[in-house]
């Protein structure tokens, strides 16, 4: 048996895509457990660049099964563009599973998004304003639509007109913009679920069986741990779970099921959205960071904020998720600076701190404590073991693993699969 879960282990966009991808080539079935179409993975697979945002990238292996578990919201019309683009594309979907338990993205919950953004203003969270946080909000309010729900007509209709009555009112008294008619989303809706019928299935039995049977079974989330709803840097965050524990709540396994955790950690700091960034740089430095690396989201093409790596922060990861290994990338992206910085912990009102604030308000305050590293000042692509890098480059990688206390088990030199150097069996 071999479970293994990938979480990113920093504000998200850790180059998760590229591992999962890396380490489907190995799994007999890949599980999204969380999240929504507010977040992408993007993998390069001979030059060619697939974008990703609900179904696992382990779609692109054709013996790979795939599943949407529980735990994730689905936009349907989203997964239904995402499945003809994967087969226009030569990619079959045959593999794709989809649990009738999770529950729907819907139009009302985009529009929810929206107007509470603006309501905000400048205190806002930054949101992708796909809907993702006000379908959760649903789901916890327990009155929530899900996907096996579009397969009964008549109990589809009674609780969709019950939750369009009540937003509804809501958007009229409270937003004064419009609402939503009944009878063209009841039509649409069913028309979706008879288009995802065949991809439904009972995700919790499925995955099980896997594992029993022997199966190689990898675990995807979205985001990171430091846009985790219990975890993060609240009330910058996500609406759901990416930590690991995540996968077991999201996917409908036991946590004595897991074997392995990877937390993913780019070789510098990114982030999406607002909130807290102590290690965050806005000069040209930043700005030389952002292009070499193509810092820009996969689903909304936001420039995304960059900075040092900071140690506390993938100490904090590596607690919570109790990490097993850390999966480096983007090495490559530090090719051409003279030296480089790691935050080793932070000052606050005189006192240091090793350990990440749980609180916002010390959190906005504190000054980065950072140790210079040289260069390497050279290309890495090339590289296919870890001898091969500078004395520079393995000589950061050999400090990361010193400040977080977790091994290094693979090292990303490029975009390609090729650029992918593992320094230990992962499955």
Known sequence: MSAVV???????????????DFLSEQADMVVRHQGGNNAGHTVVVD??????????????????????????????ATLLDEIAYLRHEGVSTDRLLLSSQAHLVMPYHARLDAVNEDRLGAHKLGTTL????????DKAARVGLRVGDLLHPDYFAARLRSVLEEKNRLFARAYDVPGFEFDEMYERYLAYGEALRPFL??????????????????????????????HGTFPFVTSSHPVAGGACIGAGVGPTKITQVYGVVKAYT?????????????GPQGDH???????????????????WLDSAVLRHSARVNGMTGIAVTRLDVLDDLDELRIATGYRYQGAVLEDFPEMLPVLEQVEPLYETLP?????????????????????????????????????SVGRDRSNTIPLTELF
Not at 130 to 137: H, K, S, T, V
């Open 201 to 230: 299935a009972n995700t919790s039995v499925e995955i099980n069986r896997a594992i029993g049977a022997g199966d190689r079974v990898l675990f995807e989330g979205a985001q990171g741990t430091h846009l985790d709803i219990d």
């Open 289 to 307: 960071i952002r292009e070499r690396g193509s810092e820009y989201g996969t689903t909304t093409g936001r420039p995304r904020r960059v900075g």
């Open 130 to 137: 796909r809907g993702i946080g006000p379908a959760y909000m």
């Open 270 to 282: 990114s982030r999406v959205g607002d909130g807290p960034f102590p290690t965050e740089l806005t």
């Open 6 to 20: 990938v979480v990113g282990a920093q504000w998200g966009d850790e180059g998760k895509g590229k591992v999962i």
């Open 375 to 411: 260069g390497w000042r050279q290309s890495i692509g090339q590289a296919r073991k870890l001898g091969d890098l500078p004395k520079a480059a393995q000589a950061y990688l050999a400090r990361l693993e010193d400040l977080t206390g977790v091994p290094i088990v693979l090292v």
């Open 47 to 76: 030059d060619k660049v697939f974008k990703l945002h609900l179904i696992p990238s382990g779609i692109l292996y054709p013996d790979t099964v795939c599943v949407i578990a529980n735990g994730v919201v689905v936009d349907p």
